[in-house]
Nanobody, 124 residues
Framework: QVQLVESGGGLVQAGDSLRPSCAAS????????VGWFRQAPGKEQEFVAA?????????ADSVKGRFTISISRDNAKNTVTLQMNSLKPEDTGVYYC????????????????WGQGTQVTVSS
C-alpha cells in the first residue's frame, strides 16, 4: 500500500510560482508511478503531470513549459514535487497526487492510491 501526503498549496497572484510536494511511502514496493491531477469547482478532475519510477515524465498541454515534475528518493520514502511557474487563474483547483504500482498514464482510473489534496488558488 502506498501512502500519499500532499503539501505546499496556497494563494498566489497570476505570474507567481508554487511548489506543492507529495510525500509517498510504501513499505513493500519501491517502484511506482506518481501523477498529479487537479479539480476546479464544478469541473471534472484533469491530468496535470506524471512521472514514472525511472524518471520519465508526461505533462498536460495546458501546463507544458510552465510546470516541472520531479522525484527524490530517500530509502522507502519518495517525494514528488510539482514546480509550478507562471501560474494562471485557470490553474486554480485542488491538486491531488496519485500513485500506481502497475502502470502510468493520464486517466485517474489508472491510479490506485490518492492523497487528500492541496488547494491552489491563483488570483488575477
Amino acid at each position: 500500500q502506498v501512502q500519499l501526503v500532499e503539501s505546499g498549496g496556497g494563494l498566489v497572484q497570476a505570474g507567481d510560482s508554487l511548489r506543492p510536494s507529495c510525500a509517498a511511502s510504501c513499505r513493500t514496493v519501491s517502484r511506482y508511478s506518481v501523477g498529479w491531477f487537479r479539480q476546479a469547482p464544478g469541473k471534472e478532475q484533469e491530468f496535470v503531470a506524471a512521472i514514472t519510477w525511472t524518471g520519465l515524465t508526461d505533462y498536460a498541454d495546458s501546463v507544458k513549459g510552465r510546470f516541472t515534475i520531479s522525484i527524490s528518493r530517500d530509502n522507502a520514502k519518495n517525494t514528488v514535487t510539482l514546480q509550478m511557474n507562471s501560474l494562471k487563474p485557470e490553474d486554480t483547483g485542488v491538486y491531488y497526487c496519485a500513485a500506481s504500482l502497475t502502470t502510468t498514464g493520464r486517466r485517474p482510473g489508472q491510479y490506485e492510491y490518492w492523497g487528500q489534496g492541496t488547494q491552489v488558488t491563483v488570483s488575477s
